[in-house]
């Protein structure tokens, strides 16, 4: 018979540093990340790995909201143009292939929203808003491999599998904004239902 924690206390312990997280975002930035959403004409999400999931998930709520809305890599993602926005969900600030994404949206003229445990990074620099979800992370000696390199190694660490919380914090944060927009939009839930997927 193995020994480990129970199920329901590792729960309530990711609850716990939920509620931290909650507890330490800065209103200034939540508030520059809903204007930069609300401003946009269309917005585009990306992530690479579990945050490229959590960056889907936003997307279909944004779309659900009647933003136009788009993942960054599907097929039938139409081109960026100047003053578009990409929001990015990368931990470290530094994943290589989100970064270098950024970029060239930058080049394009596309405005930049970063959703990260690290401010000051190769894409919080050049980011017109910054949204810092404080996370327990290991610490990794090249951060911008640290997602290739935690796939290759299959590591798992801590009580949260790759010692991050980052990509569960950043799925409660984003149905949150979502939530907000709705309140300041005073979009009804029966909206949402209309825009909802019916051929599933």
Not at 5 to 17: A, F, I, N, Y
Not at 43 to 57: D, E, I
């Amino acid at each position: 018979m193995y020994e480990c924690e129970t199920v329901q206390d590792m729960v309530r312990l990711m609850g716990s540093k939920i509620k931290e997280m909650a507890d330490s975002l800065s209103d200034e930035q939540v508030k520059r990340f809903i204007d930069e959403i609300l401003g946009a004409d269309r917005v585009y999400v990306m992530g690479a790995g579990r945050s490229g999931l959590v960056a889907k998930a936003f997307a279909m709520r944004l779309m659900h909201l009647g933003l136009k809305s788009y993942v960054i890599g599907e097929t039938i993602t139409p081109a960026m143009k100047k003053g578009d926005l990409v929001v990015a969900f990368s931990g470290s600030g530094e994943t290589k292939t989100i970064a270098e994404l950024c970029e060239t949206a930058k080049s394009i003229g596309g405005r930049i929203c970063l959703v990260s445990s690290k401010k000051d990074s190769r894409i919080g620099r050049i980011a017109d808003s910054v949204v810092v979800i404080e996370s327990h992370r290991d610490t990794v000696m090249d951060e911008s491999a640290e997602y290739e390199i935690r796939q290759m190694m299959g590591e798992h660490k801590s009580f949260a599998p790759l010692g991050t919380l980052f990509e569960t914090a950043s799925m409660v944060f984003s149905d949150s904004i979502i939530s907000a927009i709705m309140e300041i939009t005073e979009c009804e839930e029966c909206d949402l239902k209309g825009r909802h997927a019916n051929i599933e």
